[in-house]
């Protein structure tokens, strides 16, 4: 017996069973599979020791997410020497006291943050296609579609008061620095670029010439971030935002990055080029999702370990 349009019954079934196995180990096991990503850069000063950076990003934290707060909590037990964390902590106007709790040890480490668009506003339910859609037509977020009607709006203030209690610094669209065993530190960083919160006139003039190294950090790793960040002279950028692809074809790759960036970059560290310069770039996967759309597929929640060493 065969279907009605013309594949066999045993064809359709089986197609289906896949289909409902993808879903349930994209949502189930992968979504929930948190790996650490080790990388090396080589961008200190020559004769400074090599710095441990703990990169966290893209938490989307969603009440009740007990395994995500007990990894995260963990990390500490890697005892980098600051951490960077780069935005979209939240999925869930609720999950602000998860968020504290799971980031907790991490709070008592030297620390940086700027926010990203999920930590402002609460996500909305949408069609995952629409994301294909933006990148044919060139629109991402705020930079190409209207501006959002009905937004519910997050209790964000009290997630930076914590952050700041803790002295983890605020780089919103300001410049901040960390003393670590002698060596002074310098960050730039934005407000996110996705929403169009980032204001680059107030931080310009590059790397500061009396730090042992300056990075730059920012949420949404668009363009004109990137370029102007590469055009003042950082040697490395942390973004985050992308989720790796979130939803990937394996020995293939990422087919959306949410931005304008390329989805060669989606994630891992790679180089940005702009006016002559050169600047390594590192975009974290992130450890979650939208609450909307709580699945990866062939790109697990992570966070990262960078070992910033001298340059050659």
């Not at 349009?5 to 409902?20: E, N, R, S, V």
């Not at 400074?48 to 997410?65: C, Y």
């Not at 407000?191 to 920012?218: F, M, N, Q, T, W």
């Not at 959306?256 to 600047?279: F, P, Q, W």
Request: charged share 20%; with cysteine.
């Amino acid at each position: 017996m065969r279907a009605r349009y013309g594949l066999p019954l045993k064809i359709t079934a089986g197609i289906t069973a896949a289909g409902a196995a993808g879903l349930v180990y994209a949502a189930g096991i992968e979504a929930r599979s948190y790996r650490l990503r080790r990388v090396s850069v080589p961008v200190l000063p020559r004769g400074m020791r090599p710095l441990r950076v703990l990169q966290v990003s893209d938490i989307h934290m969603v009440s009740g997410q007990r395994k995500k707060r007990a990894w995260l909590q963990s990390l500490a037990g890697l005892r980098p020497d600051f951490v960077v964390n780069t935005g979209d902590n939240l999925s869930d106007p609720e999950g602000v006291p998860e968020v504290l709790d799971a980031l907790g040890p991490l709070m008592e480490i030297p620390g940086v943050y700027v926010f990203g668009s999920n930590d402002y506003y609460g996500p909305k339910l949408r069609n995952p296609a629409r994301y294909l859609l933006e990148k044919a037509q060139g629109r991402h977020g705020l930079n190409g579609n209207a501006p959002a009607v009905g937004a519910v709006h997050n209790p964000w203030e009290g997630m930076r008061d914590a952050f700041d209690a803790a002295g983890w610094l605020d780089l919103t669209n300001t410049r901040g620095r960390l003393k670590l065993d002698g060596y002074e530190i310098a960050f730039t960083g934005l407000d996110d670029p996705h929403i169009k919160r980032d204001r680059y006139d107030k931080v310009l003039g590059g790397p500061e010439k009396d730090a042992d190294l300056s990075l730059a950090v920012v949420h949404a790793p668009y363009l004109r971030s990137l370029d102007a960040f590469t055009t003042d002279g950082y040697p490395l950028i942390l973004a985050g935002h992308t989720h790796g692809g979130q939803l990937c074809i394996p020995f293939y790759g990422a087919l959306v990055t949410n931005c304008d960036l390329d989805t060669d970059r989606v994630k891992g560290l790679s180089t940005h080029r702009a006016e002559g310069n050169i600047s390594y770039l590192h975009v974290s996967a992130g450890c979650g999702t939208n609450r909307y759309t709580p699945v990866r597929f062939a790109c697990p929640p992570e966070a990262t370990l960078l070992t910033l060493t001298p340059r050659d």
